[in-house]
Structure formats: structure tokens, C-alpha cells
């Protein structure tokens, strides 16, 4: 017996071993990668005046748009009567970061902070890859899968939104409490990742994550309340939205050029929209689907009945996919959370999100097609600029249809099981049911 045990024991040393050889190769190899992609990225960033990427405009936000509102919020204001401003208040802390490094230009230091969120993202998903019953896929989707984008990652803040709601999610496991306290800290940055705590298991692992994460934001807030003027001039700015030419509504409209409606497109809010007839219409039918999505996702949570651990990841991404298809607006650095909420389900072995990931990356690839490869053939609404969105918001609109498809079958109760009905034999006894 006991040289049975020992026996048992050894192979299990053996496995091991090796399963840490070939994770720690695997280790390097995701380090190898992420250094020769991201290499990249700032080579495309810094050759950003070349019309198919972008004339400039990529990096135009930050080194304009971002140092502006960094100029007014140093000195303790947020921007007040600036209808691009449409972020939570945390976003000033953001914007405000790269005065920590004092040494580099205000456009310098927002990419090394960029690239910092970057790779802290990729090590939670190692790390959270490498434990036992997990998968290194989720940091090869990330490493692989942001720079799809080229580099218009490198000049937003939705990689830094992103980490934080990467964190929450994969601190779960161990801690309810900083999982609600990371998702609300980028819920104040960037309002979506509150959707992670979604798919928290019922009962007290709800009740910590949302109080913490009530709590969290109480004190942030007050914080920031303290230290700035109008912190909530942003929620002036929404109503008047408009559809947005990469929305799916604006899909519709794009289309709608053809067949004779007068419609153009403008820049205001931060975008380029749709104004003309029917365009409100539009706009009401998008934040009607956002609300049905809304309920859709409530139902959800009260008729499912079975959780496993990846069922917070895959509640998660489902949600942030419905409510990105619904919005009147969807920018190309959209995709940056889809890639990481679709990073974080991989991780899990029993996730049912591999063909939605597969979705996600397909419209990424796209997406940097239209931004900035060809957004003047969207803007002109050419049969190319059209096709081209009809392609990368159908494959988005399939991954959120057969993302929340998937989920709710994922946690139906499971089927009791049939007992095979025995019929009496010739003598009029009834045989033994097979187990």
C-alpha cells in the first residue's frame, strides 16, 4: 500500500515539474511576443502622419484633446462648459497621471503609462493562466489580439479602464472585496466596467463585491469632489448625443444614403454623427434596445441557477457586448475591452465565450481597417465604407446574440436524469433497471 501511495506521488511530482517547465516556456514566449508587438505598436505610433494610419489624427487625441483637459484640470477645475467632455470624474485622475513622470512630454508619458496598463494586464492573465485548471490562452488572445488595433491603443485611455476591470474580475477568486473595489474604480473612469460585477455568484459573494464597490466609489468621489469644481459637468453633455457613423444605428443610416435619405454627417461630441431627419429616432431605438438589453441581463441573473468559475467572466463579457451593439455610439477603442473581457473568459477552462473570442478578434482586425485605414470611405458613406461597417457590426452584433445565448444555457439547471422505462418480460416480471 504504501509503495502504491509513493508510487502516486512521484507521478504527481513528474507532472509537476513539467507542467511548470512548459509554462515557464510558455512564460517567455508571451514576453517575447508582447515585446516585439508592442515594438511595433509605437513604430506605428510614431509614423502616425501616413495617410492609411491616420494622417495624424491617432495621436492628435492625446498631444491636443487630453494635454487640454490636462491644463484644466491642474488647476482644479474639470471642463465645465466643453460638450467633448462626456467621462465620470475619474477620468481626470487619468488624464492628470502623467505628471508623474516629470522627465517626459505630456504625449511621452501618457504611452509609458499606456504601455504600463498594458503589460500589467498581460501579467494578471499569466499569472492567472498558470494555476492549475486554467489556460495561458487568455494572455495569448491579449498579447496577440490588441495589436489588431495597430496603434490606436498606444493614444487612448481604455487600456488603463480596461486593466481595471480585468483586475476585478481576476481578483474574484481570492477577494470579492478588491474586485468591488476595482470595478469601481473603473466604473468612475469609464462608467462599463460596474457590468463585471454582474455575474458575481448570488449571496454573500454579491453582497461584499457591490458594497465594496458602493463604498469605494462614495470615497473616491467625495475625494474628488474635494480637490476639483464641477466634477459631474459630464452628465450635461450626454442628452444631446446623436448616432454616432460606426453605431450600429449608424450602420442603418449609412445605408439609408443609398435609397435617397438626405442625411449628412458632422463632427460634434467627440465623434463624427448622423443629423438629419429620423436620425432622433434612431438614436431613441438604440437607448430602447440598451434597455431591453438591460432586462435581458436581469432576467438572467435571476433564473440562472448554476455557476462555475467562469461564469462571472463570461456574465461580464456578455454584458459589455450587448451594451456596446445597443449604443449609439462605438468607437474603434471599444474593441479594447472586448479583447480583455474575452482574454479574462479564456483563462478559465470552463468558458463558454471561445467562438464569441473568435468574433471579437475577427471584427478587431476589421475595425482597424475602418479606423483609421479607411474612415473616410465610412464618413463619405461609399458602398466600401458601408460594406466595411456592415461586416465588423454584424460580426459584433452575432458575438453578443451568441454570447448571451451561451450564458444562459451555460447556467439553466441541469436536466434531471431518465430512468429508462423497463417493460415486464413474457412470465410478467419486471427485470432489474440497469445503473
Same mark, same amino acid.
Given at each position: ?12 511530482? %513528474? +507532472?509537476?515539474?513539467?507542467? !511548470?517547465?512548459?509554462?515557464g ?5 508571451? +514576453? ?13 505610433? !510614431? ?14 487625441? /492625446? ?33 492628470l ?14 504611452? &509609458?503609462?499606456t504601455?504600463?496598463?498594458? +503589460? ?15 489556460s495561458?490562452?487568455?494572455?495569448? =488572445? ?5 495589436? *489588431?488595433?495597430?496603434? !490606436?491603443?498606444?493614444?487612448? @485611455? ?13 481578483t474574484?477568486?481570492r477577494s470579492?472585496?478588491?474586485?468591488g ?7 468612475? /473612469? ?9 455575474? =458575481? ?10 458594497s ?7 470615497? =473616491? *468621489?467625495g &475625494? ?20 454616432? %457613423? ?10 439609408a ?7 449628412r454627417?458632422?463632427?460634434? @461630441? ?16 438604440c ?6 438589453? *438591460? ?40 474593441? %479594447? ?5 474575452? +482574454?479574462?473568459?479564456l ?31 465610412v ?11 456592415? &461586416?465588423?457590426?454584424?460580426?459584433? *452584433?452575432?458575438?453578443? %446574440? ?11 439547471p441541469?436536466?434531471?436524469?431518465? /430512468?429508462?422505462? /423497463?417493460?415486464p ?11
Amino acid at each position: 500500500m504504501n509503495a502504491v501511495s509513493n508510487t502516486l506521488r512521484n507521478v504527481r511530482n %513528474i +507532472a509537476t515539474v513539467g507542467h !511548470t517547465a512548459s509554462t515557464g516556456r510558455a512564460r517567455l514566449a508571451l +514576453a517575447a511576443a508582447w515585446l516585439a508587438t508592442r515594438a511595433l505598436m509605437l513604430w506605428l505610433l !510614431t509614423h502616425d502622419a501616413v495617410p492609411l494610419l491616420g494622417n495624424g489624427s491617432v495621436a492628435r487625441e /492625446v498631444w491636443r484633446l487630453y494635454h487640454h483637459w490636462y491644463g484644466v484640470l491642474a488647476h482644479g477645475t474639470f471642463p465645465t462648459h466643453d460638450p467633448l467632455w462626456q467621462y465620470p470624474p475619474g477620468a481626470g485622475a487619468v488624464l492628470l497621471s502623467p505628471s508623474l513622470l516629470p522627465g517626459l512630454t505630456y504625449f511621452q508619458a501618457f504611452v &509609458v503609462l499606456t504601455l504600463a496598463a498594458d +503589460a500589467a494586464i498581460t501579467l494578471a492573465l499569466t499569472v492567472a493562466g498558470g494555476r492549475p485548471w486554467r489556460s495561458l490562452l487568455g494572455a495569448w =488572445v491579449w498579447v496577440g489580439g490588441l495589436p *489588431l488595433l495597430l496603434h !490606436t491603443p498606444l493614444a487612448r @485611455y481604455d487600456v488603463q479602464v480596461t486593466a481595471l476591470a480585468v483586475i476585478a474580475l481576476l481578483t474574484l477568486p481570492r477577494s470579492t472585496r478588491a474586485c468591488g473595489v476595482f470595478a469601481a474604480l473603473g466604473a468612475l /473612469v469609464k462608467v462599463w466596467p460596474v457590468l463585471v460585477l454582474l455575474g =458575481v455568484p448570488r449571496g454573500r459573494a454579491t453582497r461584499s463585491a457591490w458594497s465594496w464597490a458602493g463604498g469605494a466609489m462614495a470615497v =473616491v *468621489l467625495g &475625494v474628488l469632489t474635494a480637490l476639483f469644481a464641477h466634477p459631474f459637468s459630464f452628465l450635461r453633455q450626454q442628452g444631446g448625443r446623436g448616432v454616432q %457613423i460606426e453605431s450600429l444605428g449608424g450602420t442603418v443610416l449609412a445605408f439609408a444614403t443609398h435609397a435617397g435619405w438626405p442625411g449628412r454627417v458632422r463632427y460634434q @461630441y467627440g465623434s463624427f454623427e448622423f443629423v438629419g431627419p429620423h436620425v432622433r429616432t434612431v438614436a431613441h431605438v438604440c437607448l430602447a434596445l440598451s434597455a431591453i438589453a *438591460l432586462g435581458l441581463l436581469l432576467l438572467w441573473r435571476l433564473r440562472a441557477r448554476r455557476w462555475t468559475p467562469a461564469t462571472p467572466y463570461d456574465a461580464a463579457l456578455s454584458a459589455v457586448l450587448l451594451f456596446t451593439v445597443t449604443s449609439r455610439v462605438i468607437s474603434p477603442q471599444y474593441m %479594447i475591452w472586448l479583447v480583455g473581457l474575452a +482574454a479574462v473568459c479564456l483563462t478559465a477552462r470552463q468558458t463558454v465565450q471561445r467562438p464569441v473570442a473568435v468574433l471579437i478578434l475577427a471584427a478587431t482586425a476589421v475595425s482597424a481597417v475602418v479606423f483609421p485605414g479607411l474612415y473616410g470611405q465610412v464618413m463619405a458613406c461609399t458602398w466600401t465604407g458601408c460594406v466595411l461597417m456592415l &461586416v465588423r457590426n454584424g460580426l459584433l *452584433l452575432t458575438a453578443a %446574440i451568441w454570447s448571451f445565448t451561451r450564458v444562459w444555457r451555460s447556467t439553466r439547471p441541469a436536466a434531471p436524469a431518465r /430512468v429508462p422505462r /423497463v417493460s415486464p418480460d413474457s412470465r410478467g416480471v419486471t427485470p432489474p433497471v440497469p445503473v
